[in-house]
Structures are given as structure tokens and as C-alpha cells.
């Protein structure tokens, strides 16, 4: 069967960085009790103009240029988020328009902070199937605009941003996938723990039900991400686990067993960028060459809905 490779990245961010400091002039909170518990030392905080549409935009065309493809090339764009402010025109219609693409199949896919590696596994089954040759697969958010920024529980964690990965098929494929088989599911009775709701829309979660949930029982299901990739956890070259809170990728990325692995820890810059992260984090780490092209690196989203997505891929 047909299979599908990442063949490029790109990542964008809001210029305007929010620090621990500057938070500690908003709320009663300060660097010492932000890092000790999150681990996040800075995030970026888009404009107030700055829609999400613009930043995906924005990581599509470096994706591309990287890809050495152009917008015309692509017939199929996911977008993930969950901070679209419209209803209609979709996030991936208005991104496409952007970038001048022809008549691309457009889907909005919100799965929380785990919608990238959910709408990566859909561009998967899709290229397989034949329905499309190559897919901008986009993850971006801004949390800046749901976050309550008067409660320093939440406003600590979120960052906006995007990241994007050029999809093409890989008839070559064989034994050894670009892009291995997707483990994905949710607790729907736990949904609640992560929440934005209201009008206009904000925030809230369930923080420690939402942290004993990742550290207990996210690994063992990570690991059979890797089983179902053929690949065992030691010879993975990287994990990128969405980038929620330092307090929860480091526990978790020791449970997987990833010895040899870089794990992605771009939540310290950062911070939560919902379905930005995972994108953003391995865009960043191809960029300065910490992975090889061709590595083994695990995907794991998790977070909203109480639900998770994974999937290794060789990198680009």
C-alpha cells in the first residue's frame, strides 16, 4: 500500500514574548512559583490583530519553501485548533485563500492539544487511500484570546503559534513508513477536566486530575504507539509529547523508556500552544540539527477532551 512521509516543517510566532516577570506585573504569581510548577519561563503572545488563520499561514509558507513546493501543489489542508473565532470561512479555507492555493480539500479539525497529531493521522488515511497526493497539515492556536488573564492558575501556561508539516505520498514506502499507524482515543467521561467554553469562550481545566491522568496513564499507551511502528522506545532519536507543562513531559518521556531520545522541552520558551506544540517543537528541533533525517521520532498528543493521538514518523 501506498504510504506518506513528512517531507518539510515551518513554525511561526507572535513577536511580542510575555515573561515570568511580566505576569508577575499582572497577577499575584512570580517567576520561582511559574517554573517550579510549569517549567515555562516565556511565551509568545500574538497582536491583537494577529488571527490564527495569519499565524498558520505564516508556518505554511515556511513549510513549503522548505518542501521546495508551492501553494499550488497542495490539494488537501487540516488545520488544527481549537481557537477559530468564526464558524465560517474554515481556518484552512481562509489559510488557503492566503496563500493562493487552487481548489484544495479544507477541513478544520479540533481536538484540542491534540488536534496535529489527529489531523496528521487523517492526512495519512487520506494520501493512502488516494483521496489526495499532498496536504499542508497546520496545528495553530491563540490561547492568548480564551485565557482569563486575571487567574494566574491558567494565564501562566498558554502561548500562541502555529507549525505546519508538507505531506506528500511515499510509494516507496514498504516495510519502513514515514508516517506509521496512528493510536488514538479519549476518557469522554473525564471530557470536562479541560474545558473552553462560554461567550465569549475561555479557558479552564482540572489541573491535577489532568496531571495524574498523563503521568499514569498516557505512557504505556505511548509505548504502543511504538510497538504498532515496529520501533521499541530505545530506538527512538525523539519524542515530542504535546508541550503542556514541563512537570508532565519529563515524568512521562522517562515512563516511555526513550533513552537515546531528544525530548522536545520548547514549553520553557513557549509555553501551551494547544495544537501548535507538537509541530512547533519538531519544526525547532530540525531546525538547529538535533535530529537526523530519517530518525524515528514519536508524536503523542494529549490534553482536551481527555483525548491522546500518536504516531512515529521518520523525520524529514
Same mark, same amino acid.
Given at each position: 500500500m501506498t504510504g506518506s512521509r513528512v517531507v518539510a516543517l515551518g513554525h511561526y510566532q507572535p513577536a511580542k514574548v510575555l515573561t515570568n516577570d511580566d505576569l508577575?506585573? +499582572?497577577?499575584? $504569581?512570580?517567576?520561582?512559583?511559574? $517554573? !517550579?510548577?510549569? /517549567?515555562i &519561563? @516565556? &511565551?509568545?503572545? /500574538?497582536? *491583537?490583530?494577529?488571527s490564527v488563520d495569519e499565524m498558520a499561514a505564516h508556518a505554511a509558507a515556511k513549510a513549503l519553501a522548505s518542501a521546495g513546493l508551492q501553494a499550488a501543489d497542495i490539494d488537501m489542508v487540516?488545520?488544527? @485548533? !481549537?481557537t477559530a473565532v468564526d464558524r465560517s470561512p474554515s481556518m484552512s479555507a481562509r489559510v488557503a485563500a492566503r496563500l493562493g492555493m487552487g481548489s *484544495?480539500?479544507? +477541513?478544520?479539525?479540533?481536538?484540542?492539544? !491534540?488536534?496535529? @497529531?489527529?489531523?496528521l493521522a487523517t492526512a495519512d488515511h487520506a494520501l493512502r487511500a488516494g483521496a489526495a497526493t499532498r496536504a499542508l497539515v497546520i496545528g495553530a492556536d491563540k490561547m492568548g484570546d480564551i485565557v482569563d488573564w486575571t487567574d494566574r492558575s491558567t494565564c501562566v501556561l498558554m502561548g500562541d503559534g502555529a507549525g505546519a508539516a508538507v505531506v506528500t505520498v511515499d510509494p516507496d514506502a514498504g516495510g519502513r513508513p514515514g508516517i506509521g499507524p496512528v493510536l488514538w482515543g479519549s476518557v469522554p467521561e473525564m471530557g470536562n477536566a479541560v474545558r473552553i467554553e462560554g461567550t465569549p469562550p475561555r479557558f479552564a481545566q482540572e489541573g491535577q486530575s489532568v496531571y495524574r491522568w498523563a503521568t499514569t496513564q498516557l505512557p504505556p499507551i505511548a509505548r504502543r504507539v511504538c510497538e504498532r511502528a515496529g520501533v521499541t522506545p530505545e530506538d527512538l532519536a525523539a519524542v515530542v509529547l504535546h508541550q503542556a507543562n514541563l512537570r508532565i513531559i519529563?515524568?512521562?518521556?522517562?515512563?516511555? #523508556?526513550?533513552v537515546n531520545a531528544v525530548i522536545a522541552r520548547d514549553v520553557v520558551d513557549s509555553g501551551n500552544t494547544s495544537a501548535a506544540s507538537i509541530p512547533m517543537a519538531l519544526s525547532k528541533l530540525l531546525e &538547529?540539527?538535533?535530529?537526523?533525517?530519517?530518525a524515528p521520532a514519536l508524536l503523542f #498528543?494529549?490534553? #482536551?477532551?481527555? !483525548?491522546?493521538? #500518536?504516531?512515529?514518523? &521518520?523525520? *524529514?
Open positions: 508577575a506585573a +499582572m497577577v499575584d $504569581t512570580s517567576d520561582e512559583w511559574i $517554573t !517550579s510548577r510549569v /517549567g &519561563r @516565556t &511565551r509568545h503572545v /500574538g497582536a *491583537p490583530g494577529e487540516l488545520v488544527a @485548533t !481549537s *484544495p480539500a479544507v +477541513m478544520d479539525i479540533n481536538v484540542v492539544c !491534540s488536534g496535529f @497529531t489527529h489531523a519529563e515524568p512521562v518521556a522517562r515512563k516511555i #523508556g526513550a &538547529r540539527g538535533e535530529v537526523e533525517s530519517g #498528543g494529549f490534553g #482536551g477532551n481527555l !483525548s491522546y493521538a #500518536g504516531q512515529v514518523i &521518520r523525520c *524529514p
